[in-house]
T-cell receptor, first 117, second 109 residues
């Protein structure tokens, strides 16, 4: 079945570092990918919609200059957390679907645990 | 604004029991409703997807129902096993999903 690969699975870095997270669709083309954030014992909150070849759409309250999204190809979207601070520590998960408003389930990556010291 | 609520937040039962997890949503104009499983520190695995025109879906020991008029869905797990221990999340939407906070399920051997 369809698989979404997310890398790295865990990052620990110092405050002020920028961190890039990759999300790849391995066996299908994803025109749209989604980035979610999950705090401990809380649910997933949508951060932004990544559109291939165009600008990402950010949810209300998400800083676009803080969380840079690039979707340069049909199989790769990247999320860069710029100048990360301890409050950015969280679990970040991407998902991808094959087409808009499909009745097929979305496929999720395994997530990236980001810890900022 | 769509809001999704899951009750209970945590559930612990002995192995072999049948159990029901609940999910409610405030806006009945949904496209799909999905149930996911999340193991600690891991991503999400899709269990069942119910389209808005459907009433239920079944996969193995899992059965999910959908009642749009009342804004509710249930996930029924039959003959529970320790391997079913995980957090179960429901989500509504087409591609932009709104998630509940999950039910942390523990099946005791």
């Amino acid at each position: 079945g369809a698989v979404v690969s997310q890398h790295p699975s865990r990052v620990i870095c110092k405050s002020g570092t920028s961190v890039k997270i990759e999300c790849r669709s391995l066996d299908f083309q994803a025109t749209t990918m989604f980035w979610y954030r999950q705090f401990p014992k809380q649910s997933l909150m949508l951060m932004a919609t990544s559109n291939e070849g165009s600008k990402a759409t950010y949810e209300q309250g998400v800083e676009k200059d803080k969380f840079l999204i690039n979707h340069a190809s049909l199989t790769l979207s990247t999320l860069t957390v710029t100048s990360a601070h301890p409050e950015d520590s969280s679990f970040y998960i991407c998902s991808a679907g094959t087409e808009p408003y499909s009745n097929q389930p979305q496929h999720f990556g395994d997530g990236t645990r980001l810890s900022i010291l | 604004k769509q809001e999704v609520t899951q009750i209970p937040a945590a559930l612990s039962v002995p192995e072999g029991e049948n159990l029901v997890l609940n999910c409610s949503f405030t806006d009945s104009a949904i496209y799909n409703l999905q149930w996911f499983r999340q193991d600690p520190g891991k991503g999400l695995t899709s269990l069942l997807l119910i389209q808005s025109s459907q009433r239920e879906q079944t996969s193995g020991r899992l059965n999910a129902s959908l009642d749009k008029s009342s804004g509710r869905s249930t996930l029924y797990i039959a003959a529970s096993q320790p391997g079913d221990s995980a957090t179960y999340l429901c989500a509504v939407g087409a591609q932009k999903l709104v998630f509940g906070q999950g039910t942390r399920l523990t099946i005791n051997p």
